[in-house]
């Protein structure tokens, strides 16, 4: 149907809807099932099976499938069916786990899926937009997503960008008129808004005309812009890393072959030996443990109430050097709340709790009557007025659906008794001009009963005072002199100074035939009514999250659009400002470069005055400096700053969809302290990575140590290969997985951030693997030689030996990689998974070697006691023999 040739009436009578109403419940739940859901229709996912198939795409699982094959046709059965036992075990944990993470990124994308306002029995409710109907009513304003196809029957100053459907980037200007011109395409209906735009200015509310597959989005759904799948510059590290190991495993498997053939042994062991060998070189289940660490981390981070969106994000959070946060519902609780009042030279301080719309109004400490103080009564109603908030009510507790600011007026205001539905009926408004960045003002048109005009301004007190041709005094107006210029900037000072949010309102009457259309008109020869002074007290929990971001070397920089003075306050409460920092206010920073601001921004500790286009400017100088900047926002204009950010950090509460889509995390609870905790999360999960990337690698070199220097020895082999292909794929998948949920240490947020551009190995890492994988190669291979050596005869044993040895040392080994400095460094039961998993592992080896049915598939035979001690003793050679210097460093 072509709803942009029809009027409000019409599109209402057509698709049975009210716009004063909206839907009912039971009419939602009939379009529902006769519409279905608004969502675009996803291509076809990977069947479970085929999922499970893609677990054997991998080169050297094909190479082992490919031993197998040669196995059974020699005639070697039971060697057959172990391995492909074994292949089948690891492709069934690797399916299991790329299972979960598949979960894990539907919960995350439901998670960070739009919201839209949407008016349902005569009420104004969030919901996501997947729930929205055809005939429903919503409203955005600037910032949001549009979550559907809708006829715009309400525009004020609203502009649309539409650049995902018209390629065009240039923003729309949305009117409500109706279009008869023929042919009308997408780019040039005027009274319409489409899925998946974005609201650059002002507000609206449409008629919901379509939804999923049946917007214009839909229709060219091929050009939305699909998820990809994210890999992390850790992940491609390893990937890199993973090509250099097949290569040494493809020139070991030479190696190992030939010197075994010359040594005398057969051909097909040699093979399935290198074979194993090179197995043994290739972690396979790393990429799948990285991923699942991530996944899990990322999993965490949502329990800490933030959201990753880019996987990247958790790598780059544990090199953070510098947190740029808003002040305002980020460091304080954003229930604002007027306490005091001016206006032409008087003062009132107003009590009263939070949201709740009770309390009493006071001068020089003495209750006042409202009916007697008639500045005060228009500073109050004209702040309801100039608002877009409500007051709600849920549970006994009254909270604010809309901006915080705006609803600490509307609570004043209703402290006085005034009802906004009343005031509405006695003053229409007929136009608005939003609010914005670069103005810092909102102003209204309404017109009263009796046809008067009357503009309605509200804003930053300075901006606003210089817009003031006069002022009421005394409940006369006077002419705006010097003086009193002089005198509303120490009220503002005065009352930032007690670290008070100021918002300053004015008015004019303007004659009933005149018609404004533009905030250049309505913004100028105002008459300054007087000030609304609202404190936002700082999170409890804030000033502990910096002090320990300050221990981490992670510097703490407030940014706020506040008043000079009151961001000192807040910002000397927190700790964030020192004796030895500085503040910068927007209009130096304006007159900077960047060359001049990238001298002075390392000792800057707040910003403020600064409206959101700054923030670009300070994340690239703190960029060209070193830094690696997580930057939080929630406007519009906060994107580009966001985007640029090493962390681009978006308010879930607050936060426009633009604003969270230009992100790479996301905070439910809008609170710096989830910044702080995030940070350590994403530290944790890198040092996690790196522990079981030094346990499983130290552990392979261990293996390939033994085969090689055996039969470069010219003994028989320690090791058969179905024993290294058990070690392997099974006896070291569940340490390292368990390693992966390592709790951070106690000093994590007491180091440096880490440079960005560390390499996998580095602090160390790579000397720890070499060092402790020749260790445990070499007491596996004494093990082997005593027990071979003191009766020849009985290989297998030794091999059992040998076999038992390599498991337990690395089993003792993987408490040794819980921390960068020694084994000593942690409680060893400090990890309950790890616990478990070790105590796992040792009963597989036990069932192996003494479970009379396995025995002959993995060619073992039970140890005696004694031997054991002899094991125990050399397994844990590797571990506490180069823990002695961390002992004998922490006695010093």
Request: proline share 4%; hydrophobic share 45%.
């Amino acid at each position: 149907m072509k709803f942009h040739e029809m009027n409000e009436t019409e599109v209402e009578q057509v698709l049975h809807t009210d716009s004063k109403a909206g839907l009912t419940t039971d009419e939602v739940n009939k379009r529902r099932k006769q519409y279905g859901y608004n969502e675009l229709e996803e291509g076809e996912k990977q069947s479970a099976l085929l999922l499970f198939f893609s677990q054997f795409k991998d080169f050297m699982v094909l190479v082992l499938l490919a031993a197998t094959l040669i196995s059974g046709l020699l005639g070697e059965y039971i060697d057959a069916i172990a391995i492909i036992a074994i292949v089948i075990i690891n492709g069934l944990l690797g399916f299991f786990q790329e299972r979960k993470a598949e979960k894990s990124l539907a919960a995350l994308k439901e998670l960070s899926s739009p919201q839209v306002h949407v008016l349902r029995d005569r009420e104004w409710i969030k919901i996501p937009s997947k729930e929205v109907v055809v005939g429903d009513i919503i409203k955005f304003t600037s910032g949001d997503r549009i979550g559907a196809d809708v006829r715009i029957i309400e525009s004020n100053s609203l502009e649309v960008e539409e650049s995902a459907l018209t390629g065009e980037s240039l923003p729309v200007s949305k009117t409500t008129d109706l279009l008869r011109s023929a042919n009308t395409g997408i780019g040039d209906m005027e009274n319409m808004a489409f899925m998946g735009t974005l609201v650059t200015r002002g507000s609206g509310v449409g008629v919901v005309v379509a939804i999923g597959m049946k917007t214009a989005m839909g229709q060219i759904a091929d050009l939305l812009q699909k998820a990809e799948t994210m890999t992390t510059p850790l992940q491609r590290r390893l990937e890199q890393l993973g090509k250099i190991l097949i290569t040494v495993a493809l020139l070991l498997t030479v190696l190992v072959v030939a010197v075994g053939v010359l040594q005398g042994h057969d051909l097909y062991t040699m093979f399935l030996a290198g074979v194993s060998l090179a197995v043994a070189a290739i972690p396979e289940g790393l990429p799948a443990i990285v991923t699942v660490a991530l996944s899990l981390g990322v999993q965490r981070m949502i329990k800490q109430r933030a959201i990753v969106r880019k996987l990247p994000a958790v790598e780059t959070l544990g090199c953070a050097s510098v947190i740029c946060s808003d002040k305002t519902g980020t460091m304080t609780q954003n229930k604002m709340t007027v306490t005091h009042l001016w206006s032409g030279g008087k003062e009132w301080r107003v009590d009263g709790v939070g949201y709740e719309p009770r309390g009493s109004f006071f001068r020089n400490e003495h209750q006042v009557e409202l009916k007697n103080e008639k500045p005060l009564q228009q500073l109050l109603m004209f702040g309801m007025l100039c608002n877009h908030s409500e007051i709600k009510q849920k549970d006994n507790e009254y909270f604010i659906d809309g901006d915080p600011t705006e609803g600490a007026l509307l609570v004043a205001a209703m402290k006085a008794g005034y009802n906004r539905s009343t005031l509405l009926n006695q003053y229409q408004i007929i136009k608005e001009f939003p609010f914005d960045s670069i103005r810092k003002m909102m102003s209204i048109v309404v017109k009263d009963k009796h046809g008067k005009q009357f503009v309605v301004t509200k804003g930053a007190p300075d901006v606003l005072a210089e817009v003031c041709g006069s002022i009421l005094w005394d409940e006369k107006r006077q002419y705006m002199s010097r003086e009193i210029t002089s005198k509303i900037q120490s009220a503002i000072e005065g009352l930032a100074s007690q670290a008070l949010r100021t918002i300053a309102i004015g008015f004019k009457e303007i004659p009933a035939n005149i018609v404004i259309l533009h905030e250049k008109e309505a913004e100028k020869d105002l008459t300054f009514i007087g000030l609304q002074g609202m404190i936002d007290p700082p999170r409890p929990e804030v000033k502990d999250a910096v002090k320990e971001c300050k221990e981490a070397g992670i510097k703490t920089i407030m940014i706020t659009g506040d008043h000079v003075i009151t961001a000192k306050a807040i910002a000397k409460q927190l700790g964030i400002l020192t004796n030895t920092s500085k503040v910068l206010d927007g209009k130096a920073l304006s007159e900077m470069t960047i060359d001049e601001l990238e001298n002075v921004v390392d000792d800057v500790s707040v910003f403020a005055r600064v409206s959101p286009e700054h923030k670009l400017k300070i994340v690239k100088a703190l960029q060209n400096n070193g830094h690696i900047v997580a930057m939080t926002g929630d406007g519009v204009n906060d994107a580009p700053a966001i985007k640029a950010a090493d962390i681009g950090v978006a308010m879930g509460i607050t936060g426009t969809d633009v604003a969270k889509e230009a992100s790479a995390l996301v905070l439910l609870d809008d609170n710096f302290a989830t910044i702080k905790a995030a940070i350590k999360e994403g530290r944790n999960i890198y040092e996690n990575i790196r522990k079981f990337i030094r346990y499983l690698l130290a552990s392979n070199v261990g293996e390939i140590l033994v085969m090689l220097f055996a039969m470069l020895l010219g003994y028989p082999l320690p090791l058969i290969p179905i024993q290294i292909l058990w070690v392997n794929l099974v006896t070291d998948g569940l340490p390292a997985m368990a390693l992966g949920l390592d709790q951070p240490e106690d000093d994590v947020m007491k180091r440096k951030p880490r440079n960005p551009r560390e390499g996998v190995f580095a602090r160390g890492l790579g000397w720890k693997v070499v060092s402790r994988g020749f260790l445990i190669g070499i007491v596996t291979l004494i093990a082997f030689i005593i027990v071979y050596k003191a009766n020849p005869d009985k290989l297998e044993y030794a091999q059992t030996i040998a076999f038992s040895t390599l498991v337990l040392a690395q089993l003792i080994h993987v408490f040794d990689c819980r921390s960068e400095k020694s084994v000593f460094a942690r409680n060893p039961f400090g990890n309950k998974y790890l616990v478990w998993a070790v105590i796992s592992s040792l009963l597989l080896l036990f069932i192996v070697i003494y479970y009379p049915p396995l025995q002959p598939i993995f060619h073992t035979v039970p140890v005696e006691l004694k031997d054991w001690f002899m094991i125990s003793g050399l397994a844990a050679v590797p571990t506490f023999l180069l823990a002695g210097s961390f002992l004998a460093r922490k006695r010093k």
